[in-house]
T-cell receptor, first 114, second 112 residues
Framework: NAGVTQTPKFQVLKTGQSMTLQCAQD?????MSWYRQDPGMGLRLIHY???????DQGEVPNGYNVSRSTTEDFPLRLLSAAPSQTSVYFC?????????????FGPGTRLTVT | GENVEQHPSTLSVQEGDSAVIKCTYS??????FPWYKQELGKGPQLIID?????GEKKDQRIAVTLNKTAKHFSLHITETQPEDSAVYFC???????????FGKGTLLTVNP
């Protein structure tokens, strides 16, 4: 199993550009989530999904969109990038409905918006 | 929503000493409390977790204690080694959903 994979590893955007951060997992986990990590702020939940076709907002959803068309993939879209979205983004997955409480994290995407 | 406070933000110990990191949570319905270790340039990785029906759990040099009445839980690392140096995050999960709320992290440095 590859676990949770994220692409790209690094990205630089100009203000106003759009892009999609990719996340995929091969563990058949129903629960997937996106976090952003900023210095001194810990991990903050952006959006999450409890299964294909179901998404919901987390703590800091503004400026981000998600969709979940398959169990495996959970892309995060930035529609119009802003410098405040400069951060490290982590995707995670778990299977809490089947007793799998552990969230497995991907390696992260470091995004810089200039 | 849930609020998790974590202290200290930085901790420096000598190799072989013990390290303790403490967290408090606000939602009395929280029932799951994991601890994650994050090494530089990597994603967080679960090291130990505890559920609300258990007061203490131990795994080799790592232990977690939970006080539901006071709504706080702690990570204890004994006989620290340089490879324990990392950022540690506590988290809690409420009773009504699967969302984790994280503390702001503790940078642990173990000096050889």
């Amino acid at each position: 199993n590859a676990g949770v994979t994220q692409t790209p590893k690094f990205q630089v955007l100009k203000t106003g550009q759009s892009m999609t951060l990719q996340c995929a997992q091969d563990m058949n986990h129903e629960y997937m989530s996106w976090y952003r990590q900023d210095p001194g702020m810990g991990l903050r939940l952006i959006h999450y999904s409890v299964g294909a076709g179901i998404t919901d907002q987390g703590e800091v959803p503004n400026g981000y969109n998600v969709s979940r068309s398959t169990t495996e993939d959970f892309p995060l879209r930035l529609l119009s990038a802003a410098p405040s979205q400069t951060s490290v983004y982590f995707c995670a997955s778990s299977a809490p409905g089947r007793g799998g409480d552990e969230q497995y994290f991907g390696p992260g995407t470091r995004l810089t918006v200039t | 929503g849930e609020n998790v406070e974590q202290h200290p933000s930085t901790l420096s110990v000598q190799e072989g000493d013990s390290a303790v990191i403490k967290c408090t949570y606000s939602d009395s319905a929280s029932n799951y409390f994991p601890w994650y270790k994050q090494e530089l340039g990597k994603g967080p990785q679960l090291i130990i977790d505890i559920r609300s029906n258990v007061g203490e759990k131990k795994d080799q040099r790592i232990a977690v204690t939970l006080n539901k009445t006071a709504k706080h839980f702690s990570l204890h690392i004994t006989e620290t080694q340089p490879e324990d140096s990392a950022v540690y995050f506590c988290a809690s999960r409420g009773g009504s959903n699967y969302k984790l709320t994280f503390g702001k992290g503790t940078l642990l440095t173990v000096n050889p």
